[in-house]
DNA sequence: GCATCTATACTCGGATAAGCGATGTCCGAGTACTGGAGG
DNA sequence: CCTCCAGTACTCGGACATCGCTTATCCGAGTATAGATGC
């Protein structure tokens, strides 16, 4: 019951390219750049952004001057859509129907929806994820800009410096 | 970000070891029984039990006519018990404090509770654990006896005939 | 000087290995019962 | 008939294998740029 590494790197990563974007307009960010940053194993970041692109959250761009950069804008994605993106959509609590096979247990009855225990764990199941759409990036965002000011100026400068 | 196996299991057998509890007093079910009520591995789970002796939840009596029994009242029992004791008390996001590495990155911070994209994650465990920890396993007792009415009486019986 | 073509360097994308935790299994330590022997 | 004792069967508990997924890496396909060449 651990979340992938993935994750918690696709969601800086995603906010760091809400920053690029104010920066110029068609800036697209590579791989390297990116993982460089935190530096973190740039063909690993990689393969997540590659799942980020799939869910529509990014856009990529091939060869010179391309890399990735945001298909929707940041208060148009939430955490959990980064995590449905990278983790899958499967519950973390997987019913996998044990009263099936105890006595009584009816091979028609589908007891994910059936079973109350499996009920009590998919309401739980529910509470997290509501909490995870409940904002948006923008949102933490705009939260940064407040608790961080400058932060976010620090940022832009890095990407713009390390590009020359 | 899947949760163990082990959970589902020590949730179905706690309630049943609830209903055989009604039946005599001081009647402890062995894992041979336990397992054998929904096909499961015995020795497996086993392990996960122990896990639940080791949590105060479940208390284990050796030799004939032992085997395990409720250590508290289902009322005192809560989903979110039975997770910690399986899955241990991490929580699903771990926050690895990628912010350290990155430019202007401090090692005295701790970016657990500085970072905002942490504390979002935080909050959103912070929902899902209290969801768990909102409802007792008397109150799904409870349920099953209101939904399922003759199931409980069932269990009890199939639990009796096994033990001759 | 300008257009065109070729070579080049850079990027993503998916196919391919390694490491670690969940899953599954086994045997030893300890305990209560059962049967028999002795008083 | 009662008591004591030894053997036995049963149970948990932790140590030992196996499997799958997360982690990590590499190379090929495609593209825009830069430079050279011809007009």
């Known amino acids: 019951m651990k979340l992938s590494q993935g ?3 696709a969601l800086h990563t995603c906010l760091n390219l809400g920053w690029i974007e104010e920066e110029g307009e068609g800036a697209a960010a590579p791989t390297a750049r990116l993982a460089a940053f935190y530096d973190l194993p740039p063909a690993y970041l990689n393969k997540q952004l590659q799942a980020l692109v799939r869910a529509g959250i990014l856009s990529s761009t091939p060869g010179p001057r391309g890399g990735f950069r945001l298909a929707r804008r940041l208060d148009e994605i939430t955490p959990l859509d980064i995590v449905v993106a990278i983790e899958g959509r499967a519950e973390a609590f997987e ?5 099936r096979d105890g006595p009584g247990g009816d091979a028609a009855t589908d007891y994910r929806s059936a079973c109350l225990i499996s009920q009590t764990m998919s309401k739980a199941d529910l509470a997290w994820r509501n909490a995870l759409a409940s904002e948006t990036l ?5 939260r940064v800009v407040r608790t961080y000011s400058q932060s976010p100026q620090a940022t832009r400068d890095w990407f713009q410096n390390a590009r020359r």
């Open 138 to 142: 923008a949102d933490i965002r705009d």
């Open 7 to 9: 994750v918690e790197w």
């Open 95 to 99: 019913c996998v129907q044990i009263l």
